[in-house]
């Protein structure tokens, strides 16, 4: 096959597409040039069908340092386990493209996507998104796309296209959106409290941007495509229906209204197992293998009826499997101070769903190293969740976080970053641990709800709680019912999963997966609205354990103080070698400092007393006296016509004879001498920053008095000695950089 190369213009950026030339040996494969971004997108499936119940679909995103000139920073430095961003991207893809294969499709795919090179201002996870689509539209895949996706920003107050780093940091909000030409089928958002309405006219912005990019797809695709495998679709044998049908779907249906979580599954379980035993012994199969398929196929079957009467209750009878009415919530319970030693905690309960909360506060050193292909290297809040099995009555395995706990984390860290203050507000490492204890959906909503309270509780200055609900989604035919706080059973058996979260003001985050093609604008902003008003409800609730953030931090926590040095002083703070600073640490019972390259000094110590030691002698360390301060300087060196005075320790002035009093002074060495106290007032500043002092300024001046001549501010010659303001200004270390100091040997 010749090599194909096209490129179009896409918003002031260049989009590029080639195929022919590399990894040809795929099933489909493209080499997507977005101005300097490079990626390399493959979609290969097996040719023979996989013996399991679900499609098994793989998505990659593999990230390469040297895409961005970088080595990685691990010790073997080489790329390893899949990074938080590259995970995330990766689900970011595999949730529009999955909808979009055929019910019963069982052949293995496996996407990958390559970055090669870097624009950091044209997104590589848009052009992996974009590049898998073609990948598999040109494979001979069988897949009902083309789909591609988008970001949108809104910067100050305009909608922008896949928007650069910079107008990112700036924009209030941040979503990214993908679909069909024909409905939207994936939504992921980030936002400073905007409006619904302000989110569905970036929504319908978003569609027209990829309804041109589905466009290109489908040049490319007329030029470059394979034809299609012919595969065989999975369906369960009828003859196993209809015994089921006959024999046990009224009891299941039945079933699946008991309200109780476990009692309707164990119900549920109950009669499938005997559906299965009934199949087995009651009906004739030719081998072992084919009584084992049946088996299986039997408690598949069971399944479908359980979703199929959970489906009919919902859009018919507008009846949910716990009773509840379309719009209602679960009962809700919202505590606060759980636990006793932690910096703040919170546990919040919304009917079979409980989230338990524990926020920690660190030293800005304490912040997460980033090693990825974002321009973010550091983060100051964190916001984590973890799943353990025994949330729903289950035994399994308890290993790392995977791609839903890292991807439920993300959202529940979008949706507070939006209220969390900035380190000139709070200089603190912020951690927010969600551990789910019980689960009936809605999980990640609950944990929001839990760590904003938490937060609070913390004594984090937040700007607003946020809470968040999950809506649901059933359509049959033309008909279609919205559903408010979902639980599992209605999540697992419906169209739509779409978590919302906000404060009273306006949106903060949300996600939408949806299992059909898309759904409509006017669904979305029913969608929406009816997630409003559920947020208010849970926002009353949490606001009855906690109404504001507290004034103080737990007395477990790191008290802090900050502040602001000249840079040239950094290097006075440090000392040669960290000789200063390592000092002050012994002296203040090893409490915590960061330097920072502007300047920002923040001290940390749970003991406020030995913060504001330090602080005291950082303070006279740095400081920098003008004209008119007044001191109770310290007497360390006299000479016949001079002494020089100590002001504070580092900073020294010139005290003249004839500055001493009024009248004539014969010998200043008669009445000052080394560690005698004398107040004195600043006079003169040079350009150096050289101070001279004045004692006599400070004492009442006799009436008719006339100044006498004299000379200027000159050390007595021969005395071999200048003076200066500052004895540690040539000392080493210049701060150019953070420097953190936790005890002296650092």
């Not at 709800?449 to 937040?462: D, K, R």
């Not at 002001?647 to 003249?656: E, I, K, M, S």
């Amino acid at each position: 096959m010749a090599k194909y190369v096209k490129s179009w213009d896409f918003y002031g950026r260049t989009i590029t597409v080639e195929n022919g030339e590399m990894a040809k040996q795929a099933g489909g494969s493209v080499l997507i040039r977005y101005n300097d971004t490079v990626v390399l997108s493959t979609a290969t499936a097996s040719h023979e069908a996989k013996d399991t119940d679900f499609f098994p679909l793989t998505v990659l995103y593999n990230e390469k340092m040297y895409a961005e000139g970088a080595i990685p920073g691990n010790f073997i430095r080489r790329e390893g386990r899949p990074t938080e961003h590259a995970t995330l991207t990766a689900r970011l893809i595999d949730r529009p493209i999955r909808p979009l294969f055929a019910e019963g499709f069982r052949n293995e795919v496996q996407i990958v996507n390559t970055v090669l090179s870097l624009d950091p201002d044209c997104d590589s996870g848009m052009a992996a998104m974009f590049g898998s689509s073609l990948a598999l539209c040109i494979s001979d895949i069988p897949f009902n796309g083309p789909i591609a996706g988008v970001i949108v920003g809104k910067v100050d107050g305009k909608l922008v296209v896949n928007p650069t780093v910079e107008e990112t940091e700036r924009a209030t909000l941040t979503l990214t959106v993908a679909g069909t030409k024909e409905a939207i089928n994936m939504v992921e958002a980030g936002a400073k409290e905007v409006s619904e309405e302000e989110m569905i006219e970036a929504l319908e912005f978003g569609h027209e941007r990829i309804k041109e990019l589905c466009a290109i797809e489908e040049e490319v695709i007329a030029a470059c495509a394979k034809p299609k495998m012919e595969v065989v679709l999975y369906e369960i044998s009828p003859d196993i229906k209809a015994y089921i049908n006959e024999h046990g779907k009224k009891a299941i249906e039945e079933a699946v209204s008991i309200k109780g979580k476990l009692e309707r599954y164990g119900k549920i379980e109950e009669l499938s197992q005997q559906m299965v035993d009934e199949v087995a012994s009651n009906m004739t199969w030719a081998d072992e293998a084919a009584l084992e398929k049946a088996k299986k196929q039997a408690r598949e079957y069971c399944t479908e009826i359980e979703a199929g009467e959970v489906r009919r209750l919902i859009s018919e009878e507008k009846i949910r499997p716990d009773g509840r009415k379309l719009d209602e919530l679960r009962p809700l319970n919202s505590q606060v101070d759980i636990l006793p030693r932690v910096h703040g905690s919170a546990m919040f309960t919304r009917g079979e769903t409980q989230v338990l909360s524990i926020t920690t506060l660190g030293t800005l050193d304490d912040a997460q190293q980033i090693d990825d292909l974002t321009p973010l290297k550091e983060k100051h809040f964190m916001h984590q969740y973890n799943f353990p099995p025994f949330s729903v009555g289950e035994v399994g395995r308890m290993s790392s976080p995977g791609r839903r706990e890292i991807g439920h984390g993300a959202l529940g860290e979008r949706a507070l970053r939006a209220v969390i203050p900035s380190i000139d507000e709070f200089p603190y490492t912020i951690r927010t641990v969600a551990e789910v204890l019980e689960s009936n959906g809605s999980s990640s909503q609950a944990s929001i709800c839990a760590g904003t309270m938490s937060l609070m509780a913390a004594g984090v200055p937040i700007k607003a709680m946020v809470a968040g609900v999950a809506m649901g989604l059933i359509t049959v035919g033309n008909s279609y019912s919205i559903l408010t706080d979902i639980q599992g059973m209605e999540d697992h058996y419906g169209d739509m999963d779409f978590k919302v979260a906000g404060t009273r003001e306006g949106i903060t985050a949300l996600q939408m997966d949806i299992k059909v093609s898309g759904i409509s604008m006017d669904i979305m902003r029913e969608a929406l609205a009816q997630a409003h008003k559920g947020r208010m409800q849970i926002l009353d609730n949490m606001e009855t354990a906690i109404s504001a953030p507290r004034d103080h931090v737990s007395k477990w926590a790191p008290k802090f103080a900050i502040l602001h040095i000249p840079t040239d002083k950094i290097r006075d703070v440090i000392g040669k070698g960290g000789e200063t600073i390592n000092k002050i640490i012994e002296d203040c019972n090893q409490v915590k400092i960061n330097v920072e390259e502007d300047g920002t000094v923040a001290i940390y110590h749970n003991d406020q007393e030995m913060i504001d030691k330090a602080k005291g002698i950082i303070e006279d360390l740095t400081r920098e006296a003008e004209v008119g301060d007044v001191f109770d300087a310290t007497v360390s060196e006299v000479r016949e016509s001079f002494a020089f005075v100590t002001l504070f320790p580092g900073t020294d002035a010139l005290l003249h004879v004839s500055e001493l009093a009024w009248e004539r002074t014969p010998n200043i060495g008669d009445v000052l001498h080394e560690g005698d106290t004398i107040r004195v007032k600043v006079i003169a500043k040079d350009e150096s920053g050289k101070l001279k002092v004045s004692a006599r300024e400070l004492l009442p001046k006799p009436e008719g008095y006339v100044e006498p001549k004299k000379g200027g501010l000159r050390p007595q010659k021969g005395s071999g000695h200048g003076y200066h303001n500052n004895r540690n200004d040539h000392r080493e270390g210049s701060g150019v950089e953070r420097r953190s100091f936790k005890k002296s040997q650092d």
